[in-house]
């Protein structure tokens, strides 16, 4: 069975901290892990991905990958309110013929003033 | 880079009728385009995904001859829905990657339908 899976939240962070985001994913052979954003409303914007153990850093944001333990996090600096979103994790994993991304359900972050 | 547009963004028609939604990739080619629904609070839910030139593969519970879908170029795919139901409202996204299945994809900006 394919999963990916996130805590659904909300999770609530005040302003200026750290926000940790989490994902888990079943299958061992995956190779790229992705990090999406999307605002109520609206369609998922791509925040940055990756495909190497360790980290990866661009800007406010670091994605922390570790494959052993099968699990990719996504860490956001100096929280801002307009951070506020759902946080969407995406796994590629072998289907029945190819690749297919697979989503997580979503992590709700509110950034509180 | 990477932009992927969708129209109508906004649709409002009568129960019995089809919609149709267009997706386009501005400036790359799509080797690959997906269809997603989303309804309120929930997840995205992939519907189908479409290569150029063949037929889409949908996902098990839609209806493939409710949903049509064309995927005619490397840049346009159309869904059609049709006779539309009330139960049919919902968000429906596009996405479309120069890649293959599991690799990045870029979403269009969606399309709001609801059936009266």
């Known amino acids: 069975q394919k999963e990916v899976e996130q805590n659904s939240g909300p999770l609530s962070v005040p302003e200026g901290a750290i926000a940790s985001l989490n994902c888990t994913y079943s299958d061992r052979g995956s190779q790229s892990f992705f990090w999406y954003r999307q605002y109520s409303g609206k369609s998922p914007e791509l925040i940055m991905f990756?495909?190497s153990n360790g980290d990866k850093e661009d800007g406010r944001f670091t994605a922390q990958l570790n494959k052993a333990s099968q699990y990719v996090s996504l860490l956001i600096r100096d929280s801002q309110p307009s951070d506020s979103a759902t946080y969407l994790c995406?796994?590629?994993?072998?289907?029945?013929?190819?690749?297919?991304?697979?989503w997580g359900a979503g992590t709700k972050l509110i950034i509180k003033p | 880079g990477a932009v992927v547009s969708q129209h109508p963004s906004r649709v409002i028609c009568k129960s019995g009728t089809s919609v149709k939604i267009e997706c386009r990739s501005l400036?790359?080619?799509?080797?690959?385009m997906f269809w997603y629904r989303q309804f309120p609070k929930k997840s995205l839910m992939l519907m189908a995904t479409?290569?150029?030139?063949?037929?889409?593969?949908?996902e098990q519970g839609v209806e493939k001859d409710k949903f049509l879908i064309n995927h005619a170029s490397l840049t346009l795919s159309t869904l059609t829905v049709t006779s539309a139901h009330p139960e049919d409202s919902s968000f429906y996204i596009c996405?479309?990657?120069?890649?293959?299945?599991?690799?990045?994809?870029?979403f269009g900006p969606g399309t709001r339908l609801t059936v009266l």
């Open positions: 996405s479309a990657t120069p890649g293959q299945g599991g690799d990045t994809q870029y």
């Open positions: 400036d790359f080619q799509a080797t690959t």
């Open positions: 479409s290569n150029e030139g063949s037929k889409a593969t949908y």
């Open positions: 990756i495909y």
């Open positions: 995406a796994v590629n994993m072998w289907g029945d013929s190819n690749y297919q991304l697979i």
